[in-house]
């Protein structure tokens, strides 16, 4: 039976042309359209209609619906996390209280904490309670807005162990309705029994890893840990090579605590995304604004909540948006360096430290978060023919109310194929 929210305050990011645009850039960022006053159907998974209430009563739409009184509220489309690292066995708290009392990030790494201490956790995790604990965090992430989510894998280290990872996320695929995209992040760290060889250790993610991942069809991308002390910008050619002959899309972590040349080799890789950026150069910026000139370059994705955890400078969105490039918002959801899946305080975030405008954060959120998996024509804008998966919020003044009540959630339902 089809659903109707009637009567919303209005709805935001809606398609009116059907043109579906692949992703905002620059100044259209802010400029996406809002109806007042509105009504939106779905019906069979799917976004069928939705228009002012003016045309709802004057038009010929279906009476018998399940309906749904909107009044004083918005919708929107639900936010779309591109990037996560959801599979893990344990918080990292003990590193938090570390940190608090004055350790930096690298120097509990450097001590053993950090990744390894994620991969030796996540080791002795049986599979079952790893699906559990993954599909707890997934409800908990809709509760926030969110209806798609990306995960990575990266806590292995280990052929068998980040085969584990990728098989919870491709179990989980089919155990919720959430869609879900799963990303090889074997280069995440060198484990402990490669004894600080890292070539070796790559060696084994490029030749046994990504085939064996690519050839159980575990993985819709793969990822690098493009940093000092983590991997090259070299090793970060050689798999995207190496995965794009295998049909996997790079996704990369680059310029998070310094820049390197990872950013340059992404482009170069033709990356569909490259992720963090908190530490950009004037040279960075060019590079990223050459790389959109007459195609699609990589989509920028921001994570301002590992600036705010970590304490990091936040990745200049502002620039990027001013350079008239896109920007996507992720949450970065893992146990060391953002603990949190909550994407309304991510749009805070954006707002407030990033100084994007609340619409230019929610297209960074949806239709940006979209493109930065390549699903942008699946979901990510309200538009008829779309996936229905729709946010409701709670009675509010305003679409600004959302990211303005920071730390508040007020989202009332996030419909996920229109349930
Ligand atoms: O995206 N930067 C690398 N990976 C994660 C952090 C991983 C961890 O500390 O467990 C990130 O911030
Ligand atoms: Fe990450």
């Not at 080791?123 to 599909?135: F, G, N, Q, T, Y």
């Not at 390549?374 to 109310?401: D, M, W, Y």
């Amino acid at each position: 039976m089809r659903t109707r929210l009637e009567n919303l305050a209005g709805i935001a990011l809606v398609d009116l042309e059907g043109t579906s645009p692949p992703y905002l850039a620059g100044p259209s960022m802010d400029q996406a359209t809002c109806l007042n006053h509105a009504f939106l159907d779905m019906e069979g998974g799917q976004i069928v209609a939705f228009g002012t209430m003016e045309e709802l009563r004057s038009g010929d739409y279906p009476q018998q619906v399940r309906s749904i009184d909107g009044t004083g509220r918005w919708a929107f489309p639900a936010l779309v996390d591109s990037h996560t690292h959801m599979v893990f066995a344990k918080e990292r708290s003990e590193e938090f209280e570390m940190r608090m009392r004055g350790a930096s990030y690298a120097e509990i790494a450097a001590a053993g904490g950090g990744i390894l201490n994620s991969a030796a956790a996540l080791e002795a995790r049986s599979e079952e309670a790893l699906l559990d604990d993954l599909l707890l965090r997934l409800s908990q992430a809709r509760s926030t807005g969110t209806a798609v989510v990306e995960i990575k894998s990266g806590y292995g280290l280990s052929l068998e162990t980040e085969l584990k990872m990728l098989r919870v996320v491709q179990k989980a695929k089919s155990l919720s309705r959430m869609p879900l995209f799963a990303t090889f992040l074997g280069a995440h760290a060198v484990p402990k029994r490669f004894d600080g060889q890292r070539e070796a250790y790559f060696d084994e993610v490029l030749h046994q890893m990504l085939p064996a991942v690519a050839h159980e069809g575990l993985a819709d991308f793969v990822d690098i840990f493009c940093e000092d002390q983590y991997f090259t910008p070299e090793e970060l050619s050689r798999l995207a090579a190496a995965a794009q002959e295998l049909g996997l899309p790079l996704k990369a972590h680059v310029n998070q605590f310094t820049t390197s040349g990872g950013l340059q080799a992404s482009i170069a890789a033709q990356a569909l995304s490259v992720d963090h950026l908190e530490v950009l150069s004037d040279q960075d910026l060019l590079d990223l604004q050459a790389a959109w000139t007459d195609r699609q370059g990589p989509i920028p994705v921001a994570l301002p909540g590992c600036s705010l955890f970590l304490n990091i400078p936040y990745t200049p969105g502002r620039k990027i948006i001013d350079a008239g490039l896109p920007l996507a918002i992720a949450s970065d959801f893992n146990p060391g360096s953002a603990p949190s899946s909550n994407l309304m305080l991510a749009w805070s975030l954006a707002c407030h430290q990033m100084k994007l405008t609340p619409m230019e954060g929610l297209v960074g959120l949806t239709l940006n978060a979209a493109a930065a998996l390549n699903a942008q024509k699946r979901f990510g804008s309200i538009a008829v023919g779309k996936e229905a998966h729709v946010c409701l919020t709670k009675p509010v003044q305003s679409l600004a109310s959302l990211p303005y009540r920071f730390g508040e959630n007020l989202v009332e339902h996030t419909f996920v194929f229109g349930l």
